[in-house]
């Protein structure tokens, strides 16, 4: 039988008072934590909910015609998600570069990617990658690049404590070659 919705969100709101218990956390004595596990069992199945769509979201690129294509450069798209290891916020900007072939991909495309990949326990190495791949399979471009800035909450609250900026990159196509690469960190600056 299907799990409905309400269905999860009963059982994260016993489990979610479960561990606030035994943390010594109760909800029925601290007026601020008794609607709590109601609240973090929404957002849960809000947030998460993307694990469990599988399927991209459809992205209908737009036919090209003509010649050799330009470089096209999104940047700045902010992106929210929670490291695999410990469910703690990573969160930055992303900046995507793509010479088209024979299609083009419409402004919020990549945002739309990259929200879709995001919301689920991620590394920002796979979700780098993932977004990478995603664009060549929705565009089929000579090359397409993705760089991900993002602050690591895990590093900044745990452990070492670090200052958590923290830059990755997934090159494909053309942009295996460094000419590519250079001019797409050159554009980047020069925005
Ligand atoms: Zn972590």
Do not use: E, H, S, Y
């Given at each position: 039988m299907e799990r409905t919705r309400e269905t999860t969100l009963r059982e994260l709101r016993w489990h979610i008072a479960e561990i606030l218990r035994l943390l010594h956390l109760d909800p029925t004595r601290d007026p601020e934590l008794r609607d709590t596990p109601e609240r973090v069992a929404e957002w849960y199945v809000d947030f998460f909910g993307g694990a469990d769509r599988e399927e991209e979201p459809e992205i209908v690129p737009l036919a090209r015609e003509g010649g050799e294509g330009e470089m096209i450069v999104v940047a700045d798209v902010p992106f929210y998600s929670v490291c695999a290891h410990h469910l703690l916020p990573f969160f930055g900007k992303a900046h995507v570069g793509y010479v088209p072939d024979r299609a083009l991909l419409g402004l919020g495309s990549v945002g739309r990617l990259l929200e879709h990949y995001a919301r689920r326990p991620q590394l920002q190495e796979r979700l780098t990658e993932q977004v990478a791949d995603a664009l060549v399979r929705t565009a089929h471009p000579r090359g397409a690049i993705v760089l991900l800035q993002a602050r690591q909450l895990c590093m900044e609250m745990r452990g070492?404590?670090?200052?958590g900026w923290v830059t990755t990159s997934a090159a494909r196509g053309c942009f295996q070659e460094p000419s590519w690469r250079e001019e797409f960190f050159r554009r980047l600056r020069t925005r």
């Open positions: 070492a404590r670090k200052p």
